[in-house]
């Protein structure tokens, strides 16, 4: 059995996972609230989105200057913003090693200043390779926790996010058979602070990836 931390709506993976034949549990163990923020009255150069959610909650409420760039974390992120009619000017690769996309981002950004929207457990990982004085954070959304307990014992554990973790070992545990997979080193060190090493860290943080290792290691599809 397969447990991943977020619902799974990619069709070529669900397709796998039927013809693979895997007993699968896709949900989430947070939920997303928006809260009360104020539109900021300067313009900055660019906009960091670290999520689809940060993207929608930021521009439901508020417009970018003409002259603003957007950046996002990764190609998801990237698609919705475009979905939305936005150009996007960078977009992460190795969505999954955050500290390799701060430098890539840093380059990119040079002496410009950068609005980040972001959730109240942001790990703000994007920032570290920004001067303070370039940086403006702030929240548009609260990631809650809403813990499940799970009935069954899976034996692959897939987690999506840090708060994913936090919300899973509120209720349930982890055993030594058990095996884990970490959608990105963010994961990876939070699972490792709790005393969880994770037997795979996805660099790309995408389906298609986490295929790749399912495939390999835990569900052949017989041929």
Request: glycine residues 4%; hydrophobic residues 40%.
């Amino acid at each position: 059995m397969l447990f991943i931390s977020k619902k799974v709506t990619q069709p070529e993976f669900i397709a796998y996972a039927e013809l693979a034949e895997i007993e699968m549990i896709d949900t989430s163990m947070i939920s997303f609230v928006e809260v009360p923020f104020e539109c900021p009255q300067e313009s900055y150069d660019v906009v960091f989105f670290t999520s689809p959610r940060s993207a929608k909650f930021y521009l439901n409420r508020c417009k970018l200057a003409s002259n603003t760039e957007i950046a996002t974390i990764g190609k998801v992120t990237s698609d919705f913003v475009t979905s939305l009619g936005h150009e996007v000017s960078f977009t992460g690769v190795t969505s999954g090693i955050p500290a390799l996309v701060s430098k890539e981002f840093a380059a990119f950004v040079g002496q410009r200043k950068v609005l980040f929207p972001q959730s109240n457990y942001s790990q703000k990982s994007m920032q570290e390779s920004i001067a303070n004085n370039q940086i403006t954070d702030l929240v548009v959304y609260k990631t809650a926790l809403t813990p499940v307990r799970l009935k069954e014992k899976p034996s692959v554990l897939v987690f999506t996010s840090p708060t994913n973790v936090e919300s899973f070992l509120q209720l349930n545990s982890i055993t030594p058979e058990q095996k884990v997979i970490a959608w990105g080193k963010t994961t990876e060190g939070f699972l490792a602070k709790n005393g969880i090493e994770a037997n795979f860290t996805l660099d790309y943080s995408s389906f298609d990836e986490l295929k790749t290792v399912l495939e390999k290691h835990f569900y052949p599809i017989d041929k």
